[in-house]
């Protein structure tokens, strides 16, 4: 299992950066390797989500996913293509001037015979880009 945390401060309030965070369908768009994104169930602050991630090679997953407006976004998965374990989230804080730490914790189990450096990069390596781009995103849509 492989874990990671990471936090970063974004030029936004928490609730319009919540709002990019349950903005599910746009990952593809800005996510770096996310080639798809596709909410399949959705209900008040939860949401089931099929994603695809290439990191190495394809990787579909489903996730379920609860959020607490301008909080925190958790999940667990639910299932996916080589992978046992996908539990995180966001969690949100409001800084003074109305910007917010945004924390971003994530534990990732791969199965079968998957390379260590195919874990390793998709938490080590792909995790700082993905926060990064979340930021810009917050930031390029709070202009």
Do not use: C, H
């Not at 309030?13 to 768009?29: M, T």
């Amino acid at each position: 299992m492989k874990a990671a945390r990471r936090s970063v401060e974004i030029d936004i309030s928490p609730a319009r950066f919540y709002a990019l965070l349950i903005d599910f369908e746009s990952y593809p768009g800005f996510v770096p390797n996310q080639s798809s994104a596709r909410v399949v169930e959705r209900g008040a602050s939860r949401w089931r989500v099929e994603f695809e991630l290439s990191v190495a090679r394809k990787l579909r997953y489903t996730l379920d996913l609860v959020g607490e407006p301008e909080r925190s976004l958790r999940w667990s998965l639910v299932q996916g293509d080589m992978m046992r374990e996908n539990e995180g989230g966001w969690t949100l804080e409001e800084l003074p001037g109305g910007t917010t730490r945004a924390t971003y914790e994530v534990s990732v189990s791969l199965g079968g015979f998957v390379p260590r450096s195919i874990s390793n990069a998709l938490v080590e390596r792909t995790m700082p880009a993905n926060i990064d781009a979340f930021k810009r995103e917050a930031e390029r849509r709070g202009e």
